[in-house]
């Protein structure tokens, strides 16, 4: 069964890091196009980062330029999101989510179909 795992969420104090993984089962990660989305209830689930498969391009929210990493593990189908420099707005539930496409058209969450089911970030003093 095609599936996707995330781990690595958990409680940090600001300025600290985590680093999210997502374990794929039925994909071939380094085949399409991947993303990390987050969401605070009450508000829209909001793209993260997001790559390309083929060792296509990766590209971040502007939020997230400069201070969170997307990466993949080919050998271990994995992907990875590094998060540094962490803030109290970081706060959320971040999920992985991939579609069939090898490249991300965009980061609209409607194109995208298989999703996690989530790993809490909590970034506090």
């Known amino acids: 069964q095609a599936r996707l795992e995330e781990s690595g969420g958990g409680s940090v104090q600001p300025g600290g890091s985590l680093r999210l993984a997502c374990a794929a089962s039925?994909?071939?990660?380094?085949?399409?196009?991947a993303a990390w989305f987050r969401e605070v209830p009450g508000k829209e689930r909001e793209a993260v980062a997001w790559?390309?498969?083929?060792?296509?391009?990766?590209d971040y929210a502007s939020f997230a330029k400069g201070r969170f990493t997307i990466s993949r593990d080919n050998a271990k189908n994995t992907l990875y999101l590094q998060m540094d420099s962490l803030r109290p707005d970081d706060t959320a539930t971040y999920y992985c989510?991939?579609?069939?496409?090898?490249?991300?058209?965009?980061?609209?969450?409607?194109?995208?179909?298989?999703w996690g089911q989530g790993t809490q970030v909590t970034v506090s003093s």
């Open positions: 790559i390309s498969g083929r060792d296509g391009p990766a």
């Open positions: 039925g994909y071939t990660l380094s085949e399409i196009c």
């Open positions: 989510a991939a579609q069939s496409k090898w490249f991300c058209p965009s980061n609209d969450r409607r194109l995208f179909t298989y």
